[in-house]
């Protein structure tokens, strides 16, 4: 099993800037991708950014230019810079991975219990 735990959310003033982590632990054989999901109340989940361990990047159209996502392979570890929040950043953030269990196994997604990051404009 897989276990994904974020970490690094909390409140913080229209322009500020916060750092989530998330760290995957548990029967790890290969991450294909990691990344971070957001839910707002009333809203559906919707994509943040994800990477892969090459480095390849993806971002959401609104967060581009203010939101960086970075992985440590080594430590299976993945985080998101967000600067420059704004309220309608307000939301639930979860971590998601794509993770293969063993070599014969396809990849799975796992998802951490989301942590809240609250923008007050």
């Known amino acids: 099993q897989v276990q994904l735990v974020e970490s690094g959310g909390g409140m913080v003033e229209a322009g500020g800037s916060l750092r989530l982590s998330c760290a995957a632990s548990g029967r790890i054989f290969r991450i294909n991708t990691m990344g971070w999901y957001r839910q707002s109340p009333g809203k559906q989940r919707e994509l943040v950014a994800t990477t892969t361990p090459t480095g390849r990047t993806n971002y959401a159209d609104s967060v581009k230019g203010r939101f960086t996502i970075s992985g440590d392979n080594a430590k299976n570890m993945v985080y998101l810079q967000m600067n420059s929040l704004k309220f309608e950043d307000t939301a639930v953030y979860y971590c998601?991975?794509?993770?293969?269990?063993?070599?014969?196994?396809?990849?799975?997604?796992?998802w951490g219990q989301g942590t809240q990051v609250t923008v007050s404009s």
């Open positions: 998601n991975g794509n993770i293969k269990a063993s070599g014969w196994s396809l990849g799975q997604d796992y």
